[in-house]
């Protein structure tokens, strides 16, 4: 809604969306100017984006998260039936509860879920049956509260979280009126405690990585007198006037004669440790409480973390996008640790059942985040990626190797050893992470051995450790006709972990094991085919897999084809440039994949995978921006100096590809990192290589952002031109010097300063056009 005027986000959200509507609507000459720490960002915010997806097509795959950063608890409406990971979808009709959610992604699933539902009349407490409609109208979303309007039951739902619990609000009409608390399958107890107003359990459900003794212990006290209590037990049996149920899938029912208007207050916390302990939260997070108290305290939680990049533009649906997808970014990976009784931090390990002291986080894939959310937190948040950091300590202890899909356990998904990139990048950005030598020696475990992989149902869980290492170290690469799939992918994802290792030893001092690690990092060479200039498996024998179709999805690849992964040599560009032949061939390989039509192969699948048809349908070519293995590819142009080509392309996959709708993204989100893009690229770059300290620049889509960092310096990136038109790169200054670099140095950020463009609607061929003007490649590292 650009109105061609300045607007500098610093005021409320009403009175944003009030003057933007009246702008719209009457054409306002209203221009606000007022600027405040304090605004209410999170009125830009909108976390339904996303969520019109289903198995076929992912718009981001999201579900509305009600929760606080990193919270070790999320809450969300469910229109979906339990146990199904598209829990929450736009297109629905239907509520069937509020649960407590875990859930990273819909194909990783959900685990320690219970729910919540308010019903009137007739008592309906089957799932199928419960279920009311609603609207989209009467619904209010927000990261810090949810409310809904369940129109069968005439009751507005209200929730607003903390860390480990939450606070709800029913408000009924004049009936008979009940609540219902679901343990959900696979294992859940309750016990209501009606002169304590107290309903208690524990739920076991889960979707794998946990320990037998796998437990989330619930509390719910109510600030009303239950006038009956029912359970129910397997096979949805009610037990009438029961205080205590236990089995599969059982569940409670309290019974209250409301008054129109009357307000039923419930504030339900949780803990994986103990019933003791989720008392605990619930007594240090909410306590005496009210409502309104517990929605400022969380509404006070995310203006902390959102207000530490203010914008300034005139285009609001593009704030509206990038606050959006801010809040993606700082949700997971999602505390897992809670506060003893004597405020110690303590945790419920996943990985061996026992209760230890340190942080634990969890609910990661680390092969979509490695690329940009972890180096956002390097950047932005670096006190928590330290804890985060620790908690990898922990949980290479507790279980012998580091994770690479969590949830909440190790889980059998994705493929690589991205946890090395993520360690590596925030020990070179010197983050206070705990016991750095010990994760060195993790690292080096994942890149040296595959011996006591841990098992998952007696199979060997393939995200931890290396598959085909052994391979991989002898020949340079994971062979294409040894049983090991994806190897081509694994030996690329490899060879950049090893750069990382190298990165990481070379600032401890380890000379000669850096050495190693640098030789075993240029392993990318092995699968590039010169006949093709694509990378291509190879056999043990040491001749290419044939026949060979760059388009084939899958096989050696990893949810994309070979023109999406030859690309995946974060580390040495410029020698993949010397392998296509300079950088004018590196320039066309490059065009090519946008230029061609968006064919594939999906013969590996048996069907065309969702990923396969978000590329087809958003007309870059085999351009597949909602996947991760390609996100970073457009900013590889200013490796070859035709920088002005990136910025081109950038601003389209931002206004293009991202808004903040049910429908905006073009593919999976995945935990923060197609966020994550986002949010770097707008501000003007991009983390190509975690663990070099270097950001390789695009198009900023603002004309102004003001970074805060935790250091308490201020960076501002300034494009006063900036425009729809002008998005290219005229010229650029750094702290009021020319700057002809195409990219910018960590501690240039760090210490504070502004990065000034002068935007244009022509590119400049001659802006970063020097051979001194490129980022960092470890074969040409300046």
């Known amino acids: 809604m650009g109105t061609g005027r300045h607007l500098k986000i610093g005021i409320s959200v009403i009175m944003a969306m009030f003057l933007f509507t009246a702008c719209n609507e009457a054409d306002s000459k209203t221009v606000v100017t007022e600027s405040s720490e304090e605004q209410d960002l999170l009125g830009?915010?909108?976390?339904?984006?996303?969520?019109?997806?289903?198995?076929?097509?992912?718009?981001?795959?999201?579900?509305?998260?009600?929760?606080?950063?990193?919270?070790?608890?999320?809450?969300?409406?469910?229109?979906?039936?339990?146990?199904?990971?598209?829990?929450?979808?736009?297109?629905?009709?239907?509520?069937r509860g509020i649960k407590?959610?875990?859930?990273?992604?819909?194909?990783?699933?959900?685990?320690?879920?219970?729910?919540?539902?308010?019903?009137?009349?007739?008592?309906?407490?089957?799932?199928?049956?419960?279920?009311?409609?609603?609207?989209?109208?009467?619904?209010?979303?927000?990261?810090?509260?949810?409310?809904?309007?369940?129109?069968?039951?005439?009751?507005?739902?209200?929730?607003s979280p903390t860390e480990r619990a939450a606070h709800f609000k029913f408000t009924f009409p004049e009936d008979q009126s009940y609540i219902l608390l679901d343990g959900f399958f696979k294992g859940s107890m309750?016990?209501?405690?009606?002169?304590?107003?107290?309903?208690?359990?524990?739920?076991?459900?889960?979707?794998?990585?946990?320990?037998?003794?796998?437990?989330?212990?619930?509390?719910?006290?109510?600030?009303?007198?239950?006038?009956?209590?029912?359970?129910?037990?397997?096979?949805?049996?009610?037990?009438?006037?029961?205080?205590?149920?236990?089995?599969?899938?059982?569940?409670?029912?309290?019974?209250?004669?409301?008054?129109?208007?009357?307000?039923?207050?419930?504030?339900?916390?949780?803990?994986?440790?103990?019933?003791?302990?989720?008392?605990?939260?619930?007594?240090?997070?909410?306590?005496?409480?009210?409502?309104?108290?517990?929605?400022?305290?969380?509404?006070?939680?995310?203006?902390?973390?959102?207000?530490?990049?203010?914008?300034?533009?005139d285009n609001i649906d593009h704030i509206r996008t990038f606050?959006?997808?801010?809040?993606?970014?700082?949700?997971?990976?999602?505390?897992?640790?809670?506060?003893?009784?004597?405020?110690?931090?303590?945790?419920?390990?996943?990985?061996?059942?026992?209760?230890?002291?340190?942080?634990?986080f969890t609910d990661n894939g680390f092969w979509d985040t490695f690329r940009a959310v972890f180096p956002f937190f390097n950047l932005m948040y670096p006190e928590q990626n330290g804890h985060i950091m620790e908690g990898l300590v922990n949980t290479y202890k507790e279980s012998g190797w580091l994770p690479e899909w969590a949830s909440p356990g190790h889980r059998d998904c994705m493929i690589g050893s991205n946890s090395s990139p993520i360690i590596a990048d925030a020990f070179l950005k010197g983050i206070d992470m705990g016991d750095s030598e010990v994760l060195l020696e993790a690292m080096?475990?994942?890149?040296?051995?595959?011996?006591?992989?841990?098992?998952?149902?007696?199979?060997?869980?393939?995200?931890?450790?290396?598959?085909?290492?052994?391979?991989?170290?002898?020949?340079?690469?994971?062979?294409?006709?040894?049983?090991?799939?994806?190897?081509?992918?694994?030996?690329?994802?490899?060879?950049?972990?090893?750069?990382?290792?190298?990165?990481?030893?070379?600032?401890?001092?380890?000379?000669?094991?850096?050495?190693?690690?640098?030789?075993?990092?240029?392993?990318?060479?092995?699968?590039?085919?010169?006949?093709?200039?694509?990378?291509?498996g190879k056999n043990e024998d040491g001749t290419f897999q044939s026949p060979f179709n760059p388009l084939k999805w899958g096989d050696a690849f990893t949810e994309g084809n070979s023109i999406h992964y030859t690309w995946s040599v974060f580390h040495d560009i410029n020698g993949l440039i010397g392998l296509m032949g300079g950088k004018k061939d590196f320039e066309n390989q490059l065009d090519a994949v946008f230029d061609m039509p968006p064919d594939f192969d999906d013969s590996y699948y048996g069907f065309t995978i969702h990923e396969i048809r978000e590329m087809q349908i958003m007309n870059m070519g085999n351009y597949a921006h909602g996947n991760q293995p390609i996100q970073h590819m457009i900013y590889l142009y200013n490796y070859a100096n035709a920088s002005y080509k990136a910025q081109e392309k950038i601003r389209t996959v931002l206004t293009k590809l991202y808004s903040a709708t049910p429908d905006g993204y073009c593919g999976d989100e995945d935990n923060g990192q197609t966020s994550a893009w986002y949010v770097f690229s707008s501000l003007g770059f991009y983390p190509v290589?975690?663990?070099?300290?270097?950001?390789?620049?695009?198009?900023?889509?603002?004309?102004?952002?003001?970074?805060?960092?935790?250091?308490?310096?201020?960076?501002?990136?300034?494009?006063?031109?900036?425009?729809?038109?002008?998005?290219?790169?005229?010229?650029?200054?750094?702290?009021?010097?020319?700057?002809?670099?195409?990219y910018i140095k960590y501690e240039d950020i760090i210490k504070g300063g502004t990065l000034q463009f002068t935007m244009d609607n022509q590119p400049n061929k001659e802006w970063a056009s020097d051979e001194s003007s490129v980022p960092y490649s470890l074969s040409n590292p300046k």
């Open 323 to 360: 606050y959006s997808c801010l809040y993606r970014v700082l949700l997971f990976p999602r505390k897992m640790y809670e506060l003893d009784k004597s405020n110690e931090i303590v945790h419920y390990s996943p990985y061996n059942g026992k209760v230890l002291p340190g942080y634990m």
């Open 44 to 95: 830009f915010v909108n976390p339904l984006m996303g969520t019109d997806s289903d198995f076929s097509l992912s718009n981001g795959n999201t579900y509305p998260a009600i929760a606080t950063p990193w919270g070790m608890n999320f809450w969300t409406p469910m229109t979906s039936k339990m146990g199904d990971g598209w829990t929450y979808k736009y297109h629905d009709k239907k509520i």
């Open 100 to 159: 407590q959610t875990h859930q990273p992604s819909p194909w990783i699933n959900d685990y320690a879920a219970f729910s919540l539902m308010a019903v009137t009349g007739d008592l309906k407490y089957q799932e199928d049956e419960r279920e009311s409609f609603f609207s989209h109208k009467a619904e209010t979303v927000r990261p810090d509260y949810y409310s809904v309007y369940l129109a069968d039951y005439d009751v507005v739902a209200e929730v």
């Open 689 to 742: 290589t975690p663990g070099v300290d270097e950001y390789v620049i695009g198009s900023p889509l603002f004309k102004k952002a003001s970074i805060s960092l935790e250091n308490g310096n201020r960076f501002e990136i300034t494009a006063p031109d900036n425009s729809k038109n002008d998005f290219y790169i005229k010229s650029a200054s750094l702290n009021g010097v020319d700057y002809n670099k195409s």
């Open 444 to 536: 080096v475990k994942n890149a040296t051995t595959s011996e006591n992989r841990p098992l998952s149902n007696g199979n060997v869980i393939r995200s931890v450790g290396r598959e085909g290492i052994d391979y991989y170290n002898e020949l340079g690469y994971v062979p294409y006709d040894v049983g090991i799939n994806e190897n081509a992918a694994r030996t690329l994802e490899y060879a950049y972990a090893d750069f990382t290792i190298g990165q990481m030893a070379t600032k401890l001092g380890k000379t000669e094991l850096a050495d190693t690690f640098y030789k075993r990092s240029m392993n990318y060479k092995n699968l590039f085919d010169p006949s093709t200039k694509w990378m291509r």
């Open 190 to 313: 309750v016990k209501i405690i009606p002169e304590e107003r107290k309903i208690i359990g524990y739920c076991r459900n889960n979707s794998g990585g946990v320990p037998e003794n796998f437990h989330n212990y619930f509390v719910a006290e109510f600030d009303t007198d239950f006038e009956l209590n029912h359970t129910w037990g397997d096979n949805w049996k009610l037990s009438e006037n029961s205080k205590e149920n236990e089995g599969d899938h059982v569940g409670a029912i309290v019974g209250f004669k409301t008054k129109r208007g009357q307000e039923i207050h419930v504030k339900v916390a949780s803990s994986f440790i103990s019933p003791e302990q989720a008392q605990l939260n619930l007594d240090r997070e909410i306590g005496e409480d009210t409502f309104e108290t517990t929605k400022e305290k969380a509404t006070a939680a995310w203006q902390k973390e959102l207000s530490k990049i203010q914008i300034e533009d």
